[in-house]
């Protein structure tokens, strides 16, 4: 099932687009530069609709005034977009005012919508990017002219004029779709390192819970002894008293199926908490172990020294079996080779491999496309899987390549070994039989 933190229904859809307090901080920049401008060609003796241009610039202004005394609030996008409709339009109609595109400024029309691509969905901006075109359109058919201080009416000649309409309506397709485009990137792989750091707190929370486990097993060790040692005095005493017998019994049995529990608890809160190393394809086992009942036979074939037993290694390396058993047809294989300084590990699986086309793109964040346009059935998945194996393992000091082998998909990881080597001792041997 898809992760709710990151699916379209989740929250992470209803998020805040961008603050009422940087839409506002926006707009008093944007009037500080139309006042400035009015100040400038007053000055140059241009002359212009100064009356409708003030009216403007103060609607901009009582605007701002308003929201500043409202209430602390969350912004929609429905409200953004409303805030920035009206950014477009105010600036589309001081543009029309001041000589359309004569005026020097009319670029700057285009930052509404520039800031709703980097906050809004792709059908919002659109929207607003077609009314900004329209708008712009308008200011230039019907703008009205300016005047030197001579009263010469400052105009472009219609090719200029042509060019400059041009420019605009390109500079509104392509900033917006930059800017989306971008913003998408960064949200995702903001999005995607989130749940790595959440896939490795898991990890880690599971490793110390073994530590609690390992560590209740031992102190209940003794009182279930206790128990045992007097239930089974108790059942000798009581002969004369078959039913009281058969409770002792069943108590001194319970107390004995107890001790075995926590053994095997034990066992495994020890390999948790103490084993930070193991041999490779120990390693390796523990990586694959949830996915060798899932239909395609996994092989390993690695032998090699003594490694890591890191918590993010192994996530990574289950990772990328996972994603490998996924697609196979029948059996994925894991190798590995040890040479002058370097280890790797190869995953190799026989399904249909990888798209040529998104090679170079295996390990970005949310790529769900299908290897090959098949997927075992059942699966679901956002893409995640194998970024978060990358970053895990880059961080390890490993390399990563993906490639096809003809059939299937290739994964090879490669250490240097001075960054995965275990440090040379003997590893622990089982817990001590503390347990009666």
């Not at 749940?195 to 707190?201: E, G, N």
């Not at 390993?300 to 990328?320: C, F, K, T, V």
């Not at 082998?405 to 290739?410: F, L, N, Q």
């Not at 275990?422 to 503390?434: E, I, V, Y």
Request: with cysteine; charged share 15%; aromatic share 6%.
């Amino acid at each position: 099932m898809p992760d709710p933190i990151f699916s379209p229904a989740g929250p992470a859809a209803q998020a805040e687009p961008i603050r009422m307090r940087t839409l506002v901080l926006l707009r008093w920049f944007a009037i500080a530069g139309q006042m400035a401008a009015v100040v400038v060609a007053y000055w140059m003796g241009i002359g212009f609709a100064m009356t409708p241009v003030l009216a403007l610039i103060a609607a901009a202004i009582a605007m701002n005034l308003w929201e500043g005394l409202m209430p602390p609030r969350r912004t929609s996008a429905r409200l953004a977009v409303v805030h920035l409709s009206f950014d477009v339009v105010q600036i589309s109609a001081l543009m029309a005012l001041t000589g359309g595109l004569v005026n020097p400024f009319a670029l700057l029309v285009l930052a509404p919508v520039t800031v709703a691509a980097t906050s809004l969905d792709s059908r919002q901006t659109v929207a607003l990017g077609t009314a900004t075109m329209v708008l712009i359109s308008l200011a230039s058919l019907f703008g009205l002219p300016l005047h030197d201080s001579q009263g010469r009416e400052l105009v472009l000649s219609p090719i200029l004029a042509l060019g400059h309409w041009t420019a605009l309506m390109i500079g509104v397709v392509f900033f917006a779709g930059y800017a989306h485009r971008v913003t998408g990137e960064l949200q995702a792989t903001s999005n995607a390192l989130f749940a790595t750091q959440m896939a490795l707190a898991r990890e880690q929370r599971l490793q110390h819970l073994g530590g609690v486990v390992a560590a209740a097993a031992h102190e209940m060790g003794t009182p279930l002894a206790t128990i045992k040692l007097i239930a089974a005095e108790l059942a000798d005493e009581l002969d004369d008293r078959p039913d009281l017998q058969a409770d002792a019994v069943a108590l001194r049995d319970s107390a004995v199926r107890c001790g075995e529990i926590l053994r095997s608890m034990g066992r495994a809160g020890k390999d948790d908490l103490h084993l930070r190393s193991a041999p490779l394809r120990a390693v390796l086992e523990d990586a694959a172990e949830p996915h060798a009942g899932r239909g395609p036979a996994v092989e390993i074939r690695a032998e090699g020294p003594e490694i890591l037993r890191d918590p993010a290694i192994i996530h990574a390396l289950r990772n990328l079996i996972q994603n490998a058993v996924d697609f196979a047809a029948s059996r994925v294989i894991i190798e590995s080779q040890l040479g002058n300084g370097w280890l790797a590990v190869t995953i190799r699986d026989d399904g249909p491999g990888y798209p040529p086309a998104l090679l170079a793109r295996i390990g970005d964040p949310y790529l769900t496309s299908k290897r090959g346009g098949a997927q075992r059935e059942g699966y679901e998945g956002m893409g995640l899987g194998l970024f978060i194996a990358k970053t895990l393992l880059e961080r390890s000091g490993a390399r990563l390549g993906f490639d096809n082998g003809g059939p299937g998909a290739v994964v090879t990881v490669r250490w240097p070994l001075d960054r995965i080597l275990a440090d040379a001792r003997a590893p622990l041997g089982n817990n001590p039989n503390w347990l009666p």
